[in-house]
């Protein structure tokens, strides 16, 4: 499995960018395809996930309203729109495949186990 993110660079606060993120395969029977982004010196972060047989979402509480996942599975592909964007959307914005949890889609780094090389996203004001 291999995941390709794209999308990313510099923009201005206020505006929009949207990443994309093409999966090679599925190695599970219940994946979920997931964001997440890591900034400097911080963790990574659970931004949102998709089960890709049935569409379900879970959103992170902190991007709700800003950011929107979406999928296209005749493409293998996942999308991650960040609306009204801030300096502190700064990170390299990472995809990831892993597979559900007790029909659940977990937040946890360690559950995914297919990763992209990401795609960084700076915000300036």
């Known amino acids: 499995v291999q995941l390709q993110a794209s999308g990313g660079g510099p923009a201005l606060a206020g505006a929009s960018v949207r990443l994309s993120c093409t999966a090679s395969?599925?190695?599970?029977?219940?994946?979920?395809m997931a964001w997440f982004r890591q900034a400097p010196g911080k963790e990574r972060e659970f931004l949102a996930g998709?089960?890709?047989?049935?569409?379900?979402?879970l959103s992170a509480d902190s991007v709700k309203g800003r950011f929107l996942i979406s999928r296209d599975v005749a493409k293998n592909m996942v999308y991650f729109e960040i609306n009204s964007l801030k300096p502190e959307d700064t990170a390299v914005y990472y995809c990831?495949?892993?597979?559900?949890?007790?029909?659940?889609?977990?937040?946890?780094?360690?559950?995914?186990?297919?990763w992209g090389h990401g795609t960084q996203v700076t915000v300036s004001s």
């Open positions: 998709v089960k890709w047989n049935s569409g379900g979402i």
């Open positions: 990831a495949q892993g597979r559900t949890i007790e029909g659940r889609i977990s937040r946890h780094a360690r559950v995914y186990d297919h």
């Open positions: 395969a599925f190695g599970f029977a219940n994946p979920v």
